[in-house]
């Protein structure tokens, strides 16, 4: 099964969310990481101008939100609700941290649907909800400062489930370079070396560990084709620099 | 090192923030996860009432926060700066996912400082100011919808920067080598540049683009202290050659 139809089997659940913004902010947290279904539990206030404000580009999410008058009813259909929590409770759920929560969540999304449950940005989920639940979440934060904004909740939860998707999403690919062979280089050491001995900077008694250390700073860069050019237009002008130059 | 002390090392820099309720956002979600060292570059509006309203009880972050005029200068003493991206760019900066740019940066942050550097809501970090940076970092998104809240990408890498921190003090690295400070590169690439005019390879009138390939070559290796001396000793006999040479 793909990404999107993993992302299709999971939803958003916040729990009497009291201020509007926060709807908002979640809605856009959740449409950057491509989660698109959005429950709302008894929201104190929606719909709401500025929940459409803060949503930007993802008002979408907040015009196809399902409103529920209660939390099973927003589990409907789930086989899996997973509730966060912002510390450890006195009871016996099982309680694992976000990344290992997305990695489970993703597994069984790819054939069922699930609920990630938020609650109440004052005091989170009630025993109730979490007796709904089937797992327990939990960001790892600051003990000195553990509150997380709601939105910044589902923000972290919901990259997490991008991360632990199938299909690559966790990974990042810049339009690929033409990296400079192992002959090219070779090409470019010797005419660097050849340089810094005319310069007078290297003894062609004893250059090696000289070059070793500059042959070091530039197989870290992992040298482009073009790159390497550019440097030996550099080098040749460093021997002879331009007759007509006015420098 | 500790967990505290890697975090001393580690500081957000905002540049141009508009909003600043953003600010006070920014700072919420940082101290959540343990960082406190925030930088602001030109900020809009700061100090603001609208920020220290949306920072909760991270209002202490904004009371020590350092104002800049410049990326540089909130740069200084940095050995690392990851600069974050929405998006692809055409250029040949090392592009990482936020997972390994945090890893990295936590590497490093446990003997040197290090910075993270957001840019502006609208447009992110401009070209000049990537320029500034050695890595760059991205938050894997939704292609279709990739408008992160600039506190929300502060509370993920945040958070991937609190995942990549060791726990105890079990840890080992391998001895640390003494990469160059901001300052020290600074310094090269303009005695780079200087030299380069002065050899004719690069018009003084039109320099930018081909200096910025440059910097990134260098940027990509991650120079070192010593390199960089190393490789200004050669920019100096490149413009006036040893007398006594005999090749």
Tied chains: 1, 2.
Excluded: W
Aim: aromatic fraction near 4%; proline fraction near 5%.
């Amino acid at each position: 099964m793909n990404k999107p139809d993993i992302f299709n089997n999971i939803r958003v659940v916040l729990c009497q969310t009291s201020h509007p913004g926060n709807i908002g902010s979640a809605a856009r947290a959740m449409k950057t990481m491509g989660l698109r279904h959005l429950y709302l539990v008894n929201p104190l206030h929606f719909p709401d101008a500025q929940a459409t404000s803060l949503a930007t580009g993802a008002a979408d999410l907040l015009e196809s939100a399902t409103v529920c008058s209660s939390l099973p009813e927003a589990l409907t259909g789930c086989v899996l609700a997973i509730g966060m929590s912002a510390r450890k409770r006195q009871i016996s759920h099982e309680l694992v941290n976000v990344r290992e929560a997305a990695s489970r969540a993703v597994t069984i999304a790819a054939h069922q649907p699930i609920a990630l449950v938020f609650g109440t940005e004052m005091s989170g989920l009630s025993n109730a909800e979490l007796d709904c639940c089937q797992l327990l979440a939990m960001i790892p934060a600051n003990p000195e400062y553990t509150s997380l904004n709601l939105a910044a909740a589902v923000q972290v939860m919901s990259y997490e489930i991008r991360m632990a998707a199938p299909d690559g999403a966790s990974t990042v690919s810049a339009t690929p370079t033409e990296l400079a062979t192992n002959e090219a280089l070779e090409g470019f050491y010797a005419h660097l070396e050849d340089t810094l001995i005319k310069i007078g900077y290297l003894n062609p008694g004893a250059p090696k560990k000289l070059s070793e250390r500059i042959r070091r700073i530039y197989a870290r860069a992992r040298l482009e084709k073009e790159e390497v050019n550019l440097l030996r237009g550099i080098l040749t002008l460093s021997v002879t620099p331009k007759k007509h130059t006015k420098y």
